[in-house]
C-alpha cells in the first residue's frame, strides 16, 4: 500500500514539475528579446503561475505528511463540542456558506484533540465546496447522544455524490477535485476508527450528503 501511494506522489509532483520546467525555459529564451514593459508584464505573470505551481507541490506534501503521521497520536479526554465550535466558528460565512451547530452539551470522547480537529476542519470545508456558487449554502452539524456513543452529523444542502463514486469516497487516492492528492476522506476514516468510532454518509444528487460520526462515549 505504500509502495503505490509512493508511486502516486512521485506522480502527482511531477505534473506541476513540468510545466514550470517548460515556463522557466519559455522564460529564458524570451527574454533578451522582450522591451522593458513587456519584461515586467510577462515577469508578474511568470511569478504568479509559479506562486500557484509550488503552492500545489506545498499541498501535495503536507496532505501525505498528515496521512504518514497518523500514528503520531496522544489519546487524551476530550471536549468534543469545543472543538466543533472551533471548527465552525472558523468556517462560518466562508463563500457566504451558513455553518452552524445546534448543541451546546459539551460530552467528552477519548481522542487525540489536533486529528479530530483536523477530521471536523476536513469534512465541513468538502460539504462548503459541494455546493454550488447559484445556491444559498447552509451546512448543518448536529450532535446527538445514543446509549454509550456520541452521533455528530455534519450535513450540507450541496451536488450530493454520484452512486459510481460512492464505493471510492474513503479510497485513498480518489478525488473528485481537480487539485490534491485524494486522502482527505481516507484520512478521516483512519482517525475516527483509530479511537474506535466509525463514519457513514447518506446523500442524494441534487439535494446534499450527511456524514455521521459514531464516537464512544466516555461515561461518569
Known sequence: AWREMAKQ???EIKNPLTPMKLSIQHFQMRWDAMTGE??????VSFSKNLVEQIDTLSAIASEFSSFAKL???NFTEVEL???INSSVGVYDGTND???????????KIIGDKDQILRVFNNLIKNAIQAIPKDREGLVKVSVLKEDDA??????????????ENQDKIFVPNFTTKNSGMGLGLA???KIIENMNGEITFQTK???GTVFIIRFPLITG
Open 97 to 107: 456558506i451558513e455553518v452552524s451547530c445546534d448543541s451546546d452539551i459539551d460530552y
Open 187 to 189: 484520512m478521516v476514516q
Open 150 to 163: 456520541i452521533l455528530v452529523s455534519i450535513k450540507d444542502n450541496g451536488n450530493g455524490i454520484s452512486k
Open 81 to 83: 463540542m469545543s472543538l
Open 38 to 43: 513587456e519584461r515586467e508584464a510577462q515577469f
Open 71 to 73: 500514528k503520531d497520536t
Open 9 to 11: 506522489v512521485a506522480h
Open 205 to 207: 444528487l441534487g439535494v
